[in-house]
């Protein structure tokens, strides 16, 4: 097993969530809610970049930022609209999911 890293971000409306990080290349791999109608509990995937997405009050604050760190960031760019940034570590974006959460998306410089 490779060790890894894996943000959790709160989200309102993890269906609505899932959709959105879709635009991104993520995939929903599992679901889990302790009963129906309760909190929903989804993890994302685009590759091996995993995200988890909590409806659960308390498990993530608003606002929080993940920086993403992948092979085109102009695919994704032009998936949004946007116009890249140029720092000198990386070729950047960044973009807020429907619950506020910051994303970083960039391409490294060289």
């Given at each position: 097993m490779d060790?890894e890293?894996i943000?959790?971000?709160?989200?309102a409306?993890?269906?609505?969530a899932?959709?959105?990080y879709?635009r991104?290349?993520?995939a929903?791999?599992w679901?889990?809610?302790?009963e129906?109608?309760?909190?929903?509990?989804v993890?994302?995937a685009?590759g091996?970049?995993?995200l988890f997405l909590?409806?659960?009050?308390g498990d993530a604050?608003?606002?929080t930022l993940?920086?993403l760190?992948?092979?085109?960031?102009?695919?994704?760019?032009a998936?949004?609209?946007l116009?890249?940034?140029a720092?000198p570590w990386?070729?950047?974006i960044?973009?807020?999911?429907?619950?506020g959460?910051?994303?970083?998306?960039?391409?490294?410089a060289g």
């Amino acid at each position: 097993m490779d060790e890894e890293v894996i943000p959790i971000l709160r989200v309102a409306d993890a269906a609505a969530a899932v959709r959105w990080y879709g635009r991104l290349g993520f995939a929903q791999q599992w679901e889990h809610r302790f009963e129906p109608g309760l909190p929903a509990f989804v993890e994302v995937a685009r590759g091996r970049v995993r995200l988890f997405l909590s409806e659960h009050p308390g498990d993530a604050r608003p606002d929080t930022l993940v920086y993403l760190r992948v092979a085109d960031v102009d695919e994704v760019a032009a998936e949004f609209g946007l116009r890249v940034e140029a720092a000198p570590w990386a070729r950047e974006i960044e973009l807020r999911d429907p619950d506020g959460n910051r994303l970083r998306i960039g391409t490294p410089a060289g």
